[in-house]
């Protein structure tokens, strides 16, 4: 994948690149040879190729920035109710548990607002909105914290076995001192 589960660039890079471009478009007015502006703004010098053909066909104006390479599939009006939804639960949506899974948000966007989207593309407009991907802890309703917290720090120590030995040991796999 070209930019790692990103889904892109920031617009503060993507104004980097084009800061770039816009250099190297004043080093091909100044007739600079293209390996030259590739060593002089480090970039490849296929890049600065690129570049050139652009800046032959369409001046300056062709090497600005296009914006994002895509646009999000649902609007910020959308994802709100989305939120709405996911705020309802599971069960409200003809699910058998309370436990919302990418699979289950998939199927909840194709028939609340007819959009397919792939599970990393759900993942990554939840986290770009605060949700996290974290699991609700099982515990027992009769469970006793106090009995629990006590039990950690009286019974546990007890029957631990300590981390490392008390005497030097040896790393060797082939002394029997290692064992």
């Given at each position: 994948?070209?930019?790692?589960?990103?889904?892109?660039?920031?617009?503060?890079?993507r104004?980097?690149?084009e800061?770039?471009?816009?250099?190297?478009a004043?080093?091909?007015?100044?007739?600079?040879?293209?390996?030259?502006?590739?060593k002089?703004?480090r970039?490849?010098?296929?890049?600065?190729?690129?570049?050139?053909q652009?800046?032959?066909?369409g001046?300056?104006?062709?090497?600005?920035?296009?914006?994002q390479?895509?646009?999000p599939?649902l609007?910020e009006?959308?994802?709100?109710?989305?939120e709405q939804?996911?705020?309802?639960?599971?069960v409200a949506h003809?699910?058998p548990?309370?436990?919302?899974?990418?699979?289950?948000i998939?199927?909840?966007?194709?028939?609340r607002?007819?959009?397919?989207?792939t599970?990393?593309a759900i993942?990554q407009?939840?986290h770009r909105?605060?949700?996290s991907?974290?699991?609700?802890?099982?515990?027992?309703?009769?469970r006793?914290?106090?009995a629990?917290t006590?039990?950690?720090?009286?019974?546990?120590?007890?029957?631990?076995?300590?981390?490392?030995?008390?005497?030097?040991?040896?790393a060797s796999?082939?002394k029997?001192a290692?064992?």
């Amino acid at each position: 994948m070209r930019y790692p589960q990103g889904g892109g660039l920031t617009a503060e890079r993507r104004t980097f690149r084009e800061h770039i471009r816009m250099q190297a478009a004043e080093l091909f007015a100044l007739g600079h040879d293209n390996a030259a502006i590739a060593k002089q703004l480090r970039v490849s010098v296929r890049s600065v190729q690129r570049w050139h053909q652009a800046w032959e066909h369409g001046g300056t104006p062709a090497l600005e920035s296009k914006g994002q390479a895509a646009r999000p599939k649902l609007s910020e009006a959308l994802f709100a109710v989305l939120e709405q939804e996911l705020a309802k639960g599971p069960v409200a949506h003809g699910w058998p548990d309370q436990t919302w899974t990418l699979a289950r948000i998939k199927t909840l966007i194709g028939r609340r607002f007819h959009k397919s989207m792939t599970l990393s593309a759900i993942a990554q407009m939840l986290h770009r909105h605060g949700f996290s991907h974290q699991v609700p802890a099982r515990r027992a309703i009769e469970r006793d914290e106090e009995a629990v917290t006590g039990w950690v720090k009286q019974t546990w120590p007890q029957v631990e076995t300590p981390w490392r030995r008390s005497g030097p040991g040896s790393a060797s796999k082939t002394k029997p001192a290692s064992r």
